[in-house]
């Protein structure tokens, strides 16, 4: 089976990405099943149902969704395979910035739209410029000068990825993205595996629920300002 981890901003068109690629290797008789990570709801489940697409959703709640992710990644693949599927593709709304769900030799990809503004590819971080491929979606509401400033910004960015365009309403441009997803080597286990970014996380007294404000309260890994 293969695995492939698609990470971006939520609402950037990775659900209409996915969907629209899904479709063209479906038309190679490929399976594909996806798992959604979100925090605290999903309305992706009844999308993905309506397609005919083998969902599962997991919700990370109080967690970064990211560290969600990596804690049950393996148990995502054993999913997969029980569902006899070609393809598992991962969905996730990197929400903090600063994690990235992309594994060292498994295809990463990020979605990112145009109208997220141009100083959005450099704010993104390791899900974005760890990332193989990146797809920019929603080029059909801005001008011609805002797509190629922002694919610009993209490219800073990440010069290592390929770049390409698609819109997430009819699908134009999913090809180079469903080819590349069938050519990924095949894989059985992520075990031993690694991330390709060190996840932060603080584990301080806020972590573990701390509401009050105070440095008596703060606990364990704390960074303070300079002034
Ligand atoms: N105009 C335009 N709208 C798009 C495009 N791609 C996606 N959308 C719209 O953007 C909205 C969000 O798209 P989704 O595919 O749900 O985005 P997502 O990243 O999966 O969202 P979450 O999973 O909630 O984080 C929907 O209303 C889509 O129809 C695009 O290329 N152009
Ligand atoms: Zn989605
Ligand atoms: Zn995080």
């Known amino acids: ?13 990775k659900t209409s990405v996915i969907l629209h690629t899904i479709r063209e290797l479906k038309k190679a008789g490929i399976s594909v099943g996806v798992i959604k990570f979100d925090c605290i709801s999903s309305g992706d489940e ?3 149902q309506a397609a005919g697409v083998p969902i599962h959703i997991g919700l990370a709640g109080n967690l970064c969704p990211d560290h969600y ?13 029980k569902e006899n599927l070609d393809l598992l593709i991962t969905e996730s709304a990197g929400l903090c910035n600063r994690c990235s769900p992309h594994i060292r030799g498994i295809l990463g990809i990020c979605v990112i739209d145009t109208l997220s503004g141009i100083n959005t590819p450099k704010k993104i971080g390791p899900m974005l410029r760890l990332s193989d491929m990146i797809v920019i979606t929603k080029g059909d509401i801005v ?17 290592s990825a390929k770049v390409i365009k698609i819109n997430g309403l009819t699908g134009q441009g999913v090809l180079p993205l469903a080819d590349e997803m069938k050519n990924t080597p095949d894989t059985i286990t ?3 595996c690694s991330l390709r970014f060190a996840m932060p996380a603080a584990l301080c007294s806020y972590c573990l629920g701390e509401i009050r404000i105070g440095r008596d309260y703060q606990m364990g890994n704390v960074k303070r300002m300079e002034f």
């Open 143 to 159: 001008s011609q000068a805002e797509r190629e400033v922002f694919a610009f910004r993209v490219g800073r960015a990440n010069p």
């Open 69 to 81: 992710f990596v804690s049950n990644i393996e148990e995502c693949v054993s999913w997969g395979l």
């Open 46 to 48: 009844d999308t993905y």
């Open 1 to 13: 089976m293969k695995l492939v981890t698609v990470a971006g901003p939520p609402s950037s068109g």
């Open 190 to 192: 992520v075990n031993d």
